[in-house]
């Protein structure tokens, strides 16, 4: 991905990011979220909610996790759409985990349910 898109993108208002990811996770099939060896790396955020972070593309997961995850060896990890439909939206429905779709290097994103998502990546996919 070009540098000028990403600084683009990375402009973006929350909800823009947010539209911009649902439209590229259907096209790309496929979402990027944190990772160790073991499993998935969940946020809190100021209200305690747990977040799960999901990015479209790889480049921009890269540049916007955070700095302290690099370090302590956190990495950015695939999953296929089937599986993240299949999944990872109910066992995140289940658990009552939102998911934070596009976090910016701000630290910036919207928290959203993963009703919402589903619904949302359903309307993008059947047009």
Request: hydrophobic share 40%; net charge negative.
């Amino acid at each position: 991905m070009h540098k000028d898109k990403i600084k683009n993108i990375l402009n973006l208002s929350s909800e823009e990011r947010y539209e911009y990811s649902i439209r590229e996770i259907v096209k790309l099939g496929k979402v990027w979220a944190v990772a160790t060896p073991d499993s998935w790396v969940m946020f809190v955020d100021e209200s305690g909610d747990e977040i799960f972070p999901i990015w479209p593309h790889q480049e921009v997961a890269e540049l916007c996790i955070f700095e302290e995850l690099k370090v302590i060896g956190y990495f950015i990890k695939p999953i296929e759409l089937d599986s993240f439909l299949k999944y990872c939206i109910p066992d995140m429905k289940e658990d009552d985990i939102l998911f934070g779709v596009f976090y910016n290097e701000k630290r910036e994103t919207l928290a959203i349910t993963p009703d919402k998502l589903k619904i949302d990546l359903d309307e993008e996919y059947n047009g």
